[in-house]
């Protein structure tokens, strides 16, 4: 692949990475009007309908990729992964309320420290990078989200728990995609993931039509942006760009999140948060890079 296919390719990275980081300012804005299950529900039903015709659109030119003799069916590999997806989502959405869009879009992104911890109950060891990333990135975490008093806010504490989830999709994500069709299984758990947050969305939560108008913008942003869209763009751009290139980038997701919350919002930080940011991103790419270089070396690439 030639250098321009690989600009193009880290363009397009760079431009989803943007929609996920901005997406945690559509989230709180949300947050004013309708609560979090019917935001999450209406959200990730609107990312299914929009890849659901990419999804048909590409059947065409390729044939969908069967299930291996040992591999779970399609049906169960989706509810798996909506279920873990919809368990992160919430957690993310409820905690975002009790904290700023910045600091919930930087506790997220330790998912990509968590994964090669969590993949030790997988057999999978982490080397020297990945475990001084996370040293560095849990420091980075507690600058941030630890104050004085040494108290661990609500929503941090959420958001954290998030990251844990979204980690564990990660690691799902990773063992059932070469068994099922990648995208069919993204319908899949979307749907499973919106069906559960409407069905408690709609028994703990009061909707109305007006509270639903308010919320357009920031719904649509999320589901057809920051779902549909980001993750096609996500499937397009890694076709063009280097796994390594891809991994680095989308850790500006964190960086987009917090810029957007100081300039959209008008949230703070202090230097120490400012501090503590700083060391949770150099502390993503050193797991990010190490993960990226292991993986090569095993593939003999």
Request: some cysteine; hydrophobic content about 55%.
């Amino acid at each position: 692949m030639n250098r321009a296919e690989h600009i193009k390719g880290d363009l397009l990275l760079l431009l989803t990475a943007m929609i996920w980081g901005s997406a945690f300012v559509a989230q709180k804005i949300g947050m004013d009007h309708i609560g979090p299950f019917m935001y999450t529900g209406i959200r990730f039903a609107l990312g299914a309908l929009v890849l659901t015709p990419v999804m048909l659109l590409l059947s065409r030119y390729r044939p969908p990729i069967t299930n291996k003799d040992q591999g779970p069916s399609l049906i169960l590999a989706g509810i798996l992964a909506g279920v873990v997806l919809f368990s992160g989502s919430i957690l993310q959405q409820v905690g975002i309320i009790y904290t700023t869009a910045g600091k919930a879009g930087f506790i997220t992104g330790l998912y990509v420290v968590i994964v090669p911890l969590l993949g030790l109950f997988w057999g999978f060891r982490p080397g020297l990078g990945g475990w001084a990333g996370a040293i560095v990135a849990v420091t980075g975490l507690y600058l941030l989200t630890v104050e004085n008093s040494f108290n661990l806010s609500f929503g941090d504490s959420l958001v954290i728990m998030c990251a844990f989830m979204y980690a564990l999709h990660v690691l799902i994500i990773g063992w059932l995609a070469p068994r099922v069709d990648v995208l069919r299984l993204a319908i899949i758990q979307f749907w499973v993931c919106s069906g559960l947050s409407l069905a408690i969305g709609v028994v703990v939560e009061e909707m109305t039509w007006a509270a639903l108008r308010g919320a357009a913008v920031p719904i649509l942003y999320g589901g057809v942006l920051s779902v549909g869209v980001g993750f096609t763009l996500q499937i397009v751009a890694q076709k063009k760009s280097p796994p390594t290139h891809a991994a680095i980038i989308f850790s500006l997701e964190t960086v987009f999140a917090l810029m957007a919350g100081l300039l959209i919002l008008g949230e703070t930080l202090t230097s120490r948060g400012w501090a503590g940011c700083a060391l949770m991103l150099s502390g993503m790419l050193m797991a990010q890079l190490q993960m990226q270089t292991g993986s090569h070396r095993n593939k003999g690439i």
